[in-house]
């Protein structure tokens, strides 16, 4: 009797042990996390946003620096008024189009580049950077005051490099796919390019030059591009030959002018996640020619 009541027993409260251990287990880990929400952010909330603005807002703006694509954010809080500021960063294009005449300033002064939608924004967030913004441009020199690029003339070896950087012919250093698996440049070769991101036969230019172009492509602030580069970044010695072979295609195109304009800025939601999801069949493609990506490109180019 006794016998069958312990075979009964037994594994009954081996059972009830195990769910406290895994009860306890998971107060404490509760416990933990919530410590960790309460004690940190205080401390890690300035590092945060300095990522933050690292990640998406210093390939184009400053701080203290001069221009690229966007203006010196360097005492930006005193030009304009932390509403309007905070509005114009949730949403250039609406500031624009509402006709604000210092939104449409600031647009001519960036030669008709919009600044475009920033990914995981909101009402604190942009605060929290103009609050760093303010801060830093008290400083003698702000940790934002730019990447530091090399200003040597490019070679015919940086342009050859870059070409095959381009192409795919030479590899990136941190396994980014090539260029040509979405872009295309005039007279690149027999194959073309990609139709998926812009012609960017003449991109320094638009871009605003050598460095802009140079720190715009340190962290690529578009929805297609960044989460590809953010794991795999170029590195300083690939961004020199890539923007040697961009001047050296614009000034072999010379002044025909029929490239796309920048409505690239302007691509709707349909066509980003149509992308993306484009992307995982280039990246499994990218060894095998970029035939293939091509013919895919075109074909939901028309479907789109
Ligand atoms: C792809 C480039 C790009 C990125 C990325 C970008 N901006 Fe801009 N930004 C611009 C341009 C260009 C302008 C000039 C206004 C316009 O043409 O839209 C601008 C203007 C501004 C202005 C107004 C400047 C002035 O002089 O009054 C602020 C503030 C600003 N940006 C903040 C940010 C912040 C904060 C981020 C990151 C969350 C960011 N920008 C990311 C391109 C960019
Ligand atoms: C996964 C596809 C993809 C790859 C790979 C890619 N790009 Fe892009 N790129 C795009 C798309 C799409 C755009 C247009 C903006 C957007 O919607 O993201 C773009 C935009 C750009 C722009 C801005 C164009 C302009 O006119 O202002 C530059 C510069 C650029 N890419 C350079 C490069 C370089 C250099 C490489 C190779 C290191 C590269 N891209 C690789 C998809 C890609």
Same mark, same amino acid.
């Given at each position: 009797?006794?016998?069958?009541?312990?075979? +009964?027993?037994?594994?009954?409260?081996?059972?009830?042990?195990?769910?406290?251990?895994?009860?306890?287990?998971?107060?404490?880990?509760?416990? %933990? !996390?919530?410590?960790?929400?309460?004690?940190?952010?205080? &401390?890690?909330?300035?590092?945060?946003?300095?990522?933050?603005?690292?990640? $998406?807002?210093?390939? =184009?703006?400053?701080?203290?620096? @001069?221009?690229?694509? %966007?203006?010196?954010?360097?005492?930006?809080? /005193?030009?304009?008024?932390?509403?309007?500021? !905070?509005?114009?960063?949730?949403?250039? +294009?609406?500031?624009?189009?509402?006709?604000?005449?210092?939104?449409?300033?600031?647009?001519?002064?960036?030669? %008709?580049? #919009?600044?475009?939608?920033?990914?995981?924004?909101?009402?604190?967030?942009?605060?929290?950077?103009?609050?760093?913004?303010? &801060?830093?441009?008290?400083?003698?020199?702000? +940790?934002?005051?730019?990447?530091?690029?090399?200003?040597?003339?490019?070679?015919? /070896?940086?342009?050859?490099?870059?070409? /095959?950087?381009?192409?795919?012919?030479?590899?990136?250093?941190?396994? %980014?796919?090539? =260029? *040509?698996? =979405?872009?295309?440049?005039?007279?690149?070769?027999?194959? @073309?390019?990609?139709?998926?991101?812009?012609?960017?036969?003449?991109?320094?230019?638009?871009?605003?030059?050598?460095?802009?172009?140079?720190?715009?492509?340190?962290?690529?602030?578009? #929805?297609?591009?960044?989460?590809?580069?953010?794991?795999?970044?170029?590195? &300083?010695?690939?961004?020199?030959?890539?923007?040697?072979?961009?001047? $050296? &295609?614009?000034?072999?195109?010379?002044?025909?002018?029929? #490239?796309?304009?920048?409505?690239?800025?302007?691509?709707?939601?349909?066509?980003?996640?149509?992308?993306?999801?484009?992307?995982?069949?280039?990246?499994?493609?990218?060894?095998?020619?970029?035939?293939?990506?091509?013919?895919?490109?075109?074909? *939901?180019?028309?479907?789109?």
């Amino acid at each position: 009797m006794n016998r069958s009541r312990d075979i +009964q027993h037994g594994p009954y409260d081996r059972g009830a042990t195990r769910l406290t251990t895994v009860r306890r287990r998971s107060v404490r880990l509760i416990v %933990g !996390v919530l410590a960790a929400i309460c004690v940190f952010p205080l &401390a890690a909330q300035g590092q945060e946003t300095a990522e933050y603005f690292k990640l $998406h807002c210093y390939s =184009c703006h400053t701080i203290g620096g @001069g221009r690229l694509v %966007g203006p010196d954010l360097k005492d930006v809080t /005193a030009r304009k008024d932390r509403d309007w500021l !905070v509005r114009f960063i949730l949403n250039p +294009q609406a500031m624009i189009d509402r006709g604000d005449p210092y939104a449409k300033q600031i647009l001519e002064e960036a030669r %008709g580049v #919009v600044m475009p939608p920033v990914a995981g924004l909101s009402r604190d967030r942009a605060n929290q950077i103009l609050d760093m913004i303010e &801060a830093e441009s008290a400083l003698e020199k702000s +940790q934002f005051e730019g990447v530091k690029f090399s200003d040597r003339p490019f070679t015919p /070896a940086d342009v050859e490099l870059g070409h /095959a950087l381009f192409t795919g012919r030479t590899k990136f250093k941190n396994a %980014g796919p090539p =260029c *040509m698996s =979405c872009h295309t440049v005039r007279g690149l070769s027999l194959l @073309g390019g990609g139709r998926l991101g812009v012609d960017l036969t003449k991109v320094s230019e638009r871009i605003g030059g050598r460095k802009p172009l140079s720190a715009w492509l340190v962290s690529p602030a578009t #929805v297609t591009m960044q989460p590809v580069f953010k794991k795999h970044p170029l590195e &300083a010695e690939e961004i020199l030959p890539l923007v040697a072979y961009f001047e $050296h &295609a614009a000034k072999q195109a010379g002044d025909d002018d029929s #490239v796309a304009p920048l409505t690239f800025f302007l691509l709707g939601l349909a066509g980003m996640v149509l992308m993306l999801g484009l992307f995982d069949v280039l990246w499994k493609n990218r060894f095998r020619g970029v035939r293939r990506p091509l013919v895919a490109g075109g074909e *939901m180019r028309t479907s789109v």
